[in-house]
Structures are given as C-alpha cells and as structure tokens.
C-alpha cells in the first residue's frame, strides 16, 4: 500500500510508516508542495496511490468523482508527529482492508 502524505502533514510520515505503507511520499518528495488539490488527486490517481489528509476538500472531491484515488481523512486537530503516526499505526488494519475494497472512495479516522 502507497499512501501519498499531504502538504498539512509531516514530510517525516513516509519514513516512520515505512514498516506499514511501503513506498510512501509526501507530496513534497514530488514537487508538489504548492499544488492545487486537483494536482494532488490527478498524481495520486496516475501513480496508485492513496492521499492521507486532514483536509475536508479530498472529501467532497471522493463523494463527487469516486475512486481512484482513494482518500483517507484524518479528523484531528494540530497535534504531534507522533500523535498522527501512532494514529495510522492502530488503524492499519482497516486501512489496508479499505484499499482493497473497491467500491469505497474515502475512509474517515476520527
């Protein structure tokens, strides 16, 4: 599973989640970094990955166009690195059984 990090999330996510989500970037490592959300879910959609965000636009965007890409919302607030990488650690299973479910768009980890 690839998960492509968001701009409002931590370039260090890729690294500490590589145990999990192999081949993991954040939009920064892809020239990304001052991209539209349209940019964003057109390189998510050409490379098979799956955005990891707390932005609500991915959201609305998922309902609207489907999948691919599929998209993960984050519903927290600012917090630690930590915080979030212990997040994704616990939900993992359900990611990684979202990716594989191919009739839903987005997952949302409260």
């Known amino acids: 599973m690839?998960?492509?990090f968001d701009q409002n999330l931590s370039p260090r996510l890729p690294r500490l989640l590589a145990d999990l989500?192999?081949?993991s970037i954040h939009v920064r490592e892809v020239g990304l970094r001052e991209?539209?959300?349209t940019n964003i879910w057109e390189y998510a959609k050409d490379h098979g990955l799956v955005i990891v965000s707390k932005d609500s636009d991915f959201q609305a965007r998922s309902?609207?166009?489907g999948r691919p890409p599929q998209f993960i919302w984050l519903r927290v607030g600012n917090c630690p690195?930590?915080?979030i990488e212990d997040l994704l650690r616990r939900h993992s299973v359900a990611i990684h059984t979202f990716e594989q479910d191919e009739t839903k768009a987005?997952?949302?980890?409260p």
């Open 81 to 83: 690195v930590k915080t």
């Open 35 to 37: 991209a539209t959300d």
């Open 2 to 4: 690839k998960l492509l």
């Open 21 to 23: 989500y192999p081949d």
């Open 106 to 109: 987005h997952l949302m980890i």
């Open 63 to 65: 309902l609207l166009y």
